[in-house]
């Protein structure tokens, strides 16, 4: 099925289909999907002119939501190791960054593509460079990922190369005209998303020209915010605010807006969050491997604040493995607030339905219900890293002991974009090979 539409008709007989609906449950049988929906559930289902995929006791679950990454990072991956953040950004990404061409986003973003397929994820909300963002939103299309995406945005800051040091009103003008070339493209499976990088990097201007804007064409805001403690000071000695309480008086904490990492919030910004309707995504390896902390997830979601999960970027994790930051998303909490707390199936739910409600998509995508688009992934959980079998709850196989190489199967909007564990949209050698190309072109523009 490379680079052709969705079946009109798929049935995925004999599951074990976790559902991830408001009860949970776990049901044994069939799923049919007709245009790009899922259209019946059950142990009864026969659709003789569908395609057929024989799931032989398989486990069927929703893809991934992956609520921050960074798809022109990826062929940094292992190029910015053990730095704290804001040594990270000024002496490694941001020169890697601003050393983008065309060719190096679009094969950064294919690489990072494919492993998001490989590993199960169908959805994500990306975060661009400020230049060849064009590049990204064809790599995506092609690849058949449900996205949200948006170039970055950049006019202020101190240690910013000159390529990535913009003018306001030059950043707001082509942000716009990439919102309306690309969003609501591939019949909507991509969507536009506004991305100032974070408050230290953006004139007040930007960010109201931000506000304005989304409002206007209304679509999202992903930045990131209070991921770090200097990155908080900075803001501090700026705006005589700390980050979240800031971007509430300036007006831009509103349901729309997306806020990465948010590590050291204080009870005021909280209660400012949980008022505005904002929403939160958690990158649990991204914030360990540069030291930045580790967020109180467990006081947010007991607040009803929606948060999802991101593995951010592969210069900062390194890798973009749903399953590795469901595990690490359990584990470091229950350090700090014992074993009781973010369990397999509250973790699990962030991953799925947790990431559709931080997207809006609640409706739409992050379980396995009648109507629901078909956005799947089918495990094979038949090996010795998920055994028992028998009388084992299926919540803490599939987050505690499933990994990556267990997923055979990928669906995104009815459309098969894995199978046998072989992804059919991107070709792997090609990009492969195309990106040790494109990196070390890209250092060669750097003198490295």
């Known amino acids: 099925m490379d680079g052709m539409e969705a079946s009109s008709k798929i049935w995925i007989r004999n599951a074990v ?38 799931a032989d006791g398989k486990v069927l679950l ?5 609520t921050h990454i960074h798809l022109c990072q990826t ?23 601003a050393a983008h061409s065309e060719d190096s986003v679009y094969y950064s973003a294919l690489l990072g593509l494919g492993e998001l397929i490989r590993s199960g994820t169908t959805t994500i909300l990306d975060m661009e460079t400020v230049h060849h963002t064009d590049a990204a939103f064809l790599a995506i299309e092609e690849s058949g990922m449900r996205a949200f995406s948006g170039k970055v945005m950049m006019d202020h800051g101190t240690e910013v190369p000159l390529a990535l040091q913009e003018n306001t009103e030059r950043s707001l003008r082509e ?10 493209a591939a019949r909507g499976r991509i969507q536009y998303a506004f991305c100032p990088r974070f408050v230290v990097s953006c004139t007040e201007a930007l ?23 200097d990155e908080i000071a900075l803001v501090e000695a700026e705006r005589g605010m700390r980050n979240v309480a800031y971007l509430d008086r300036i007006g831009l904490a509103r349901p729309n807006l997306i806020l990465a990492h948010s590590i050291w919030l204080d009870d005021e910004e909280k209660a400012i969050i949980k008022k505005r309707g904002v929403k939160v995504t958690h990158c649990p390896g991204s914030n360990l491997k540069l030291a930045s902390g580790i967020a109180d997830i467990p006081a947010l979601l007991e607040m009803n604040i929606p948060v999802g999960i991101g593995a951010d970027g592969a210069p900062c994790n390194n890798n973009l ?18 074993p009781t707390v973010m369990d397999a199936r509250k973790v699990l739910r ?26 799947l992934q089918l495990l094979d959980l ?13 919540f803490s196989r599939v987050v505690y002991a499933a990994t990556r190489g267990d997923v055979d199967t990928v669906l995104i909007d009815g459309r098969i974009v894995m199978a046998n564990k072989r992804v059919l949209t991107i070709d792997r050698g090609r990009v492969l090979k195309a990106s040790d190309r494109a990196l070390q072109a890209l250092l060669g523009r750097i003198g490295i």
């Open 17 to 54: 289909i976790l559902t991830m609906n408001a009860d949970s449950e776990v049901i044994a049988g069939d799923v049919l999907i007709e245009d790009g929906r899922i259209a019946r559930i059950g142990g009864d289902i026969a659709a003789p002119d569908a395609e057929v995929i024989e």
């Open 62 to 66: 929703p893809g991934f939501v992956q």
């Open 75 to 97: 062929l940094f991956r292992g190029r910015a190791d053990d730095l704290a953040l804001i040594d990270w950004l000024r002496k490694r990404i941001w020169p890697l960054e």
């Open 175 to 184: 942000s716009v005209d990439l919102l309306e070339k690309w969003h609501g």
């Open 207 to 229: 960010l109201v020209g931000v506000r304005d804007l989304s409002a206007q064409y209304g679509v999202r805001v992903h930045t990131h915010a209070s991921e770090n403690r």
């Open 321 to 338: 493995d749903m399953f590795q930051e469901m595990r690490l998303t359990a584990f470091i909490q229950k350090v700090r607030h014992g």
């Open 350 to 375: 962030m991953a799925t339905m947790g990431g559709a409600e931080v997207l809006g998509l609640e409706n739409e995508i992050g379980s396995i219900e009648v109507g629901k688009k078909a956005d």
């Open 382 to 394: 038949e090996d010795f890293h998920v055994y028992p079998s028998y009388d084992a709850d299926l």
